[in-house]
T-cell receptor, first 113, second 108 residues
Framework: DGGITQSPKYLFRKEGQNVTLSCEQN?????MYWYRQDPGQGLRLIYY???????QKGDIAEGYSVSREKKESFPLTVTSAQKNPTAFYLC????????????FGSGTRLTVV | GIQVEQSPPDLILQEGANSTLRCNFS?????LQWFHQNPWGQLINLFY???GTKQNGRLSATTVATERYSLLYISSSQTTDSGVYFC??????????FGTGTRLTIIP
């Protein structure tokens, strides 16, 4: 079955550490996205990529970095520069930019300890 | 950018009741989607509905693009309908903008 796989489901990070969240899709989608969700809030866009080797900043890109070396993969690194990284992170993909076929992964819950 | 407002923010209903969730948006859109986020965080796409009306079982949605709003109807609510419902919009190839959601709780 096609879908998006995010790993790990839960991640604990010490202050000052970088961590990388994995997102893999086998839907042959061109576009991929990373969203952050805080308790009781909506989704805010961190980064998105419409094609391999290209990505754009979203609304809250500071303290995050991404890469898109393969169509299937769009990892997100939460760097030590991100002041408040504790949140729920969701990865999504779509056939094309702004296209209606959005599919979401099951999310990674990151906690800073 | 486009502003998206959803109402009500919270809704608590008895099982079997009907509900209407509203999404207002500030600008012209050619893409409007409704999502359901279950209590475990998984987001599921319910409808792609930039205009008109669609139905899927107990759920239906209507978008009146000229008046910049969309409505999601849930009939005969079940406890599995609980969660947060998000509306998301965009225009052209711009990024999807999400509303802040409506949290629905269905009581047995």
């Amino acid at each position: 079955d096609g879908g998006i796989t995010q790993s790990p489901k839960y991640l604990f990070r010490k202050e000052g550490q970088n961590v990388t969240l994995s997102c893999e899709q086998n839907l042959n989608h061109d576009a991929m996205y990373w969203y952050r969700q805080d308790p009781g809030q909506g989704l805010r866009l961190i980064y998105y990529s419409q094609i391999v080797n290209d990505f754009q900043k979203g609304d809250i890109a500071e303290g995050y970095s991404v890469s898109r070396e393969k169509k299937e993969s769009f990892p997100l690194t939460v760097t030590s520069a991100q002041k408040n990284p504790t949140a729920f992170y969701l990865c999504a993909s779509s056939i094309g930019p702004g296209n209606y076929g959005y599919t979401f992964g099951s999310g990674t819950r990151l906690t800073v300890v | 950018g486009i502003q998206v407002e959803q109402s009500p923010p919270d809704l608590i209903l008895q099982e079997g009741a009907n509900s209407t969730l509203r999404c207002n948006f500030s600008d012209s859109v050619n893409n409007l989607q409704w999502f359901h986020q279950n209590p475990w965080g998984q987001l599921i796409n319910l409808f792609y509905i930039p205009s008109g009306t669609k139905q899927n079982g107990r759920l239906s949605a209507t978008t009146v693009a000229t008046e910049r709003y969309s409505l999601l109807y849930i009939s005969s609510s079940q406890t599995t309908d609980s969660g947060v419902y998000f509306c998301a919009v965009n225009f052209g190839n711009e990024k999807l903008t999400f509303g802040t959601g409506t949290r629905l709780t269905i009581i047995p």
